[in-house]
């Protein structure tokens, strides 16, 4: 298993404890808002599996019909997540309609606290791990698991003036409108997420001047070639660069093929997760030679 995997196995977890715990405490105590904020947390178990599965097959090694590998899964994995969390924000509003409000027991704020320090450490974790390993996967569970953490505080906020609502009659309604709130919080949550992933999957070049410049200072090493110009895609947790030379003389096959090699290797190394380096020959003339 990858070390992506192992990360997302424990938070998985701690998401499953946590979604169940508070959609138990909610329907004991028929708090709606505490229900929809276990389906918060339930969708962050749920982007854990999906992300352990996607993780696992973005991470297959290229081949003939995929020269770039399988980086690219990773946003249909996340675009499969993000669906995911539309529907259960979508449930989460319907949910607030279904039962008549009720008055919430202040002790239950012990069980979304409880939750808050899970869910900070669960963050935590994940987005050092997805820094560490440069993974888009764990970064966006990072992420989801911080929303929820949002959630939660208003969970206690709703809580807490529930309890006035024999002064105020009107306060009766707050546990349905936070609920209301929370699943609106979810659906906006889905909505970005899908958004990023389309864009990112129909593929999107990023300019990053500090690695054209890098690259720059490589290509001029060599007397034999001229630097034209360059692509960079992400491509999930690493990137394609597609690097575009002038051939300046004329030159051996074999010197060109070790040129073009030493440069691969020497982009690779350069810490900026290059993973494939596609480059292209041209003549001073703009004809394209070679790639």
């Known amino acids: 298993m990858t070390k992506e995997g192992k990360v997302l196995i424990l938070s998985m977890m701690i998401n499953f404890f946590i979604s169940g715990t508070k959609i138990l405490a909610g329907l004991l105590c028929s708090s709606k808002s505490m229900v929809a904020d276990g389906f918060h947390s339930l969708s962050d178990f749920i982007t854990d599996i999906v992300a352990i599965f996607g993780s696992k097959f973005s991470n297959k090694r290229a081949n003939k019909k995929h020269p770039d590998g399988y980086g690219r899964f990773e946003y249909i994995t996340d675009m499969f997540i ?22 919430t027991n202040i002790v239950w704020i012990i069980v979304i606290v409880f939750s808050i320090v899970l869910k ?16 888009p996967i764990l970064i966006t569970s990072s992420k989801e698991s911080y929303d929820d953490v949002t959630s939660s505080l208003g969970v206690i906020i709703i809580i807490i003036i529930s309890q006035f609502q024999d002064i105020l009659p009107i306060l009766k309604y707050t546990d349905t409108i936070g ?30 001047k500090e690695i054209e410049e890098r690259i720059k200072n490589i290509v001029d090493i060599y007397n034999e070639i001229d630097y034209k110009d360059m692509e960079l895609e992400r491509h999930g947790s690493y990137y394609v660069l597609e690097l575009e030379v002038y051939v300046l003389e004329n030159i051996k096959v074999y010197k060109l093929l070790t040129i073009e090699s030493e440069i691969r290797k020497k982009i690779k190394n350069l810490n900026y997760r290059i993973k494939f380096v596609d480059i292209n020959l041209y003549h001073k003339q703009n004809e394209k030679t070679t790639s």
């Open 120 to 135: 900070l450490i669960n963050s935590k974790i994940l987005l050092k791990k997805g820094e560490e390993y440069h993974s």
């Open 179 to 208: 609920s209301i709130i929370i699943g609106l919080m979810i659906l906006h949550t889905g909505y970005h997420l899908m958004k990023e992933n389309i864009i990112s999957l129909l593929g999107e070049t990023e300019d990053n």
């Open 82 to 103: 993000a669906l995911t969390i539309l529907l259960l924000g979508t449930y989460t509003i319907y949910h607030s309609f279904v039962k008549e409000p009720t008055t």
